[in-house]
């Protein structure tokens, strides 16, 4: 038999998103009359802009021909679409990044898994707590820990508490590491780092020689005035890496389309000590690993930045964020303590009664027959907690509400 890499075997056994949709489809089995509303997963419901699917169907039309006909694509992206992100999300901002720096991808669930795989199998690693579970079990799979505590936690990472004291801020490493992952609007809480908090972080990293990994996936979310981007903090050019993405920002879970910025100034050092760009070595990775989004699809994605498609991209948006205040105010007027949910598609509340965070999963489920997803999923300081999703269609939105603060 083949030797399997042993880390997957430290693994929890289920990945987060799997494990609810196996007890919501068990629970559907035995109730097949349940009327059950999905606030899980945050997947996207509204359609695409009709700029963008026009924009998707006319690089097919072309693609049809033998003038406009295209094979493989350059791995890192089109020079439209990275262009096309250069000036609209960071130059409009007044932030200074280069199209060459720009690496369109699938996703960045893929991103954020992919990018240890640059760094050393030595490299150390903070994570917030909560946290979205892809930047830990990548590491894990990768061998960069050793096995979990009873708690959840892996030997080998440092885990940042982000506690309602905090704002659900996480609080700077006791010790140097090489890597921190920081999301932000952060999933699952929805809170939002403020420029203070990111300018303590960039001075942090560079004091440390450390590498931040932003996860800005939600920023269209943020609705008030704080940071989009950590390129808006001076000095993290040289030490952070952020992740973007269509998914949520224009409905593009299904048809998939991210990217992940890496400055030319940003280095890591090799066994000798010699410093080496990162750019060069994601570079190499892409080149050598993805032949690049299709070509559709990148059309697809710079639709988005037209007039009509920007437009029709913030009003599903807009949508989203009312569903999400509608979440927020209800539960709030219920007696519920809520958290996120201005500056981001997702509602963090506090379960009623202490119910720790599966308990109370479990008791929406059966009771108002809607999901959610659990706190303690995240992190054990996600205990007690649990995150609502705004991506719904108001009815359904709406309904669920109505059970959650009435019948339950
Ligand atoms: C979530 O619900 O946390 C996200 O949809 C997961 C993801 O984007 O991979």
């Not at 892996?154 to 940042?160: A, N």
């Not at 059970?403 to 339950?408: D, L």
Request: net charge negative; proline share 5%; with cysteine.
């Amino acid at each position: 038999m083949a030797r399997v890499n042993d880390h997957y075997l430290k693994l929890a056994a289920g990945y987060l998103f799997p494990e609810i949709t196996r007890r919501v489809n068990a629970f559907g089995e035995a109730n097949p009359s349940a009327d059950v509303i999905k606030l899980g997963i945050g997947d996207v419901v509204l359609p695409l802009s009709s700029a963008v699917g026009q924009a998707m169907h006319d690089a097919i039309d072309e693609m049809a021909t033998s003038d406009g006909f295209r094979g493989y694509g350059p791995s890192e992206g089109y020079d439209f679409l990275r262009e096309a992100i250069a000036e609209n999300d960071f130059g409009s901002r007044g932030v200074r990044i280069d199209p060459s720096e720009i690496y369109a991808s699938d996703g960045s669930k893929c991103d954020s898994a992919n990018i240890q795989e640059i760094f050393a199998e030595e490299a150390t690693l903070a994570v917030s707590d909560p946290v979205y579970p892809v930047y830990v079990d990548t590491n894990v799979m990768a061998g960069r820990t050793g096995d979990p505590d009873d708690g959840g936690r892996y030997g080998g990472i440092q885990y940042l508490p982000c506690t309602e004291e905090s704002g659900f801020m996480p609080s700077l490493p006791d010790e140097p590491v090489d890597l921190i992952y920081l999301c932000s609007p952060n999933n699952p809480t929805g809170t939002v780092a403020p420029k203070e908090e990111l300018l303590k972080w960039v001075d942090w990293a560079r004091a440390n020689d450390s590498i931040i990994l932003f996860d800005a996936a939600y920023e269209r979310f943020i609705t008030e005035d704080l940071p989009h981007s950590i390129y808006e903090i001076e000095g993290a050019r040289e030490c952070a890496i952020e992740f973007r993405s269509f998914s949520k920002t224009a409905g593009f879970t299904g048809i998939r389309c991210a990217y992940i910025v890496i400055p030319k100034e940003l280095q890591g050092k090799d066994s000798e000590g010699v410093s080496v760009p990162i750019s060069q070595l994601w570079g190499r990775r892409t080149n050598t690993k993805f032949n690049g989004i299709s070509y559709p699809v990148q059309r697809g994605a710079e639709a988005i930045y037209s007039e009509a498609g920007a437009k029709e991209v913030q009003a599903n948006i807009d949508y989203y964020l009312a569903n999400a205040a509608l979440i927020k105010n209800g539960l709030s007027k219920a007696g519920f303590t809520t958290f996120g949910g201005v500056n981001a598609p997702y509602v963090w509340l506090k379960t009623p009664g202490g119910k720790d965070s599966w308990q109370f999963f479990d008791e929406l489920l059966e009771k108002a027959n809607v999901v959610g997803t659990p706190g303690s999923g995240f992190g054990s300081c996600g205990e007690g907690y649990f995150r609502l999703s705004a991506f719904g269609f108001r009815e359904k939105v709406e309904e669920a509400i109505e059970r959650i603060t009435t019948g339950f």
